[in-house]
Nanobody
Framework: QAQPVESGGGLVQPGGSLTLSCEIS????????LGWFRQSPGKEREFVAA??????????YYADSVKGRFTISRDNAKNTAYLRMNGLKPEDTAVYYC???????????????????WGQGTQVTVSS
C-alpha cells in the first residue's frame, strides 16, 4: 500500500511562501488521486487541494480558502506531489497531510474518507 511521506513544512512570515512535498513509493503512483488536507488545533481536518491521476486527466481542485494562493502539482516520474503555498496567512497554520487514493470519484474528492493512505503530516506555522 502506498505510504505518503511529507516534507517542507516550517515557520514562515505572513505573505511568505512554502512548498510542501509528498513522496510515495508506489509502482502505480500515476494512477493515484492525491490530496492535501490540513488540521489546526481544535478544528476538524479540512480539504485543501487535490489532483487526479492519469486517467482523471490530472485535473486539480481547491478549497475556496486557498484558491489563487496554493497550487497542487505532481511529477509522476519522481513519485512526488507538491503543494506550493503563496501569500500565506496566519489562518493557514496547521499540520498538513498528504493523502492518496484510487478510485476516488469526483463527488468525494474533498472527502478525506475517500483516501486510503495518509502521511504523518508536516507542520506549517505562519507567524511574524
Amino acid at each position: 500500500q502506498a505510504q505518503p511521506v511529507e516534507s517542507g513544512g516550517g515557520l514562515v512570515q505572513p505573505g511568505g511562501s512554502l512548498t510542501l512535498s509528498c513522496e510515495i513509493s508506489a509502482r502505480t503512483f500515476g494512477s493515484y488521486t492525491l490530496g492535501w488536507f490540513r488540521q489546526s488545533p481544535g478544528k476538524e481536518r479540512e480539504f485543501v487541494a487535490a489532483i487526479r491521476g492519469r486517467l482523471g486527466g490530472g485535473y486539480t481542485y481547491y478549497a475556496d480558502s486557498v484558491k489563487g494562493r496554493f497550487t497542487i502539482s505532481r511529477d509522476n516520474a519522481k513519485n512526488t506531489a507538491y503543494l506550493r503555498m503563496n501569500g500565506l496567512k496566519p489562518e493557514d497554520t496547521a499540520v498538513y497531510y498528504c493523502a492518496a487514493g484510487t478510485g476516488v470519484i469526483l463527488s468525494n474528492i474533498r472527502n478525506g474518507a475517500a483516501y486510503s493512505s495518509w502521511g504523518q503530516g508536516t507542520q506549517v506555522t505562519v507567524s511574524s
